[in-house]
């Protein structure tokens, strides 16, 4: 083998064992993990709610005059804007009991047959409902509900206009249903919208003066549609339910 085979090989060796050592001697690459997305999911079982709602009735009434039925005759309920609050507890992270309260004042007028006798009277609502909820989960700091419940109210303060006397308006029962949703700024703060609508029928008296006996079935059914504020809290180490 002649001098210039031999030198070529031994080169070529030593350019072979160099390469490991190069490569030993490369600083390795790591890659910084990616920031991990915020996700308010902490267990908060209680939640209290502010809003501005409107009352909105969809008024209408059924009039008797001294028994019998007064064709035509007519009562409508006015709108009302109040503030409202309510409190939920969570038993887990999609069921729920909301319990809300309010005091609405409304006025009472007379309307198709009997419209000219103007301003039948004024009361004021006392609505305490509770609805069962179901809170839709997986859509981040957005969480809809949809909920169902039930109905007590209280009417008082009743006065009358100046053609009647002796306004008496009877408590009521009915079925309340709901729509809403939450948008969390954080674990604890949020924005609410709320759309219910509240089955409220009740029964009134009045005596049209002089002496004239009206009794009605007043059909008010309002639609409640409130904007506010949402704030959750509670919980601790053991986590039963979550957002």
Known sequence: M???????LAAALLGALAVPALSADLPVRVDAPAPAPVV??????????????GVLPVSSASVNLNGAPLAGANLRVSNSVVPEVDISYFFTKNIAVEAICCISPHTIRSAG??????????????PPT????????????????VG???NYTHYFRDSSGA?????RINDSWGVAGQVGFDYMLND????????KKIMMQPSARVVLLPNNNVTAKVKIDPWVVGVGLTYRFGGGSTVVAKY
Do not use: C, E
């Not at 308010?40 to 939640?47: A, G, L, T, V």
């Open 163 to 167: 053609n009647f006397a002796n306004l």
């Open 148 to 150: 169902v419940g039930v």
């Open 113 to 126: 047959a009997i419209a000219g006798l103007g301003k039948v009277g004024s009361t004021v609502v006392f």
């Open 40 to 53: 308010f999911d902490s267990y908060h079982p209680w939640m209290v709610r502010v809003r501005a709602i």
């Open 130 to 145: 509770v609805l069962l909820q179901y809170h839709f989960t997986g859509l981040g700091a957005f969480k809809p509900y």
């Open 2 to 8: 002649n001098m210039s085979l031999r030198a070529t």
């Open 188 to 195: 604890n703060w949020g924005i609410n919208v709320d759309v």
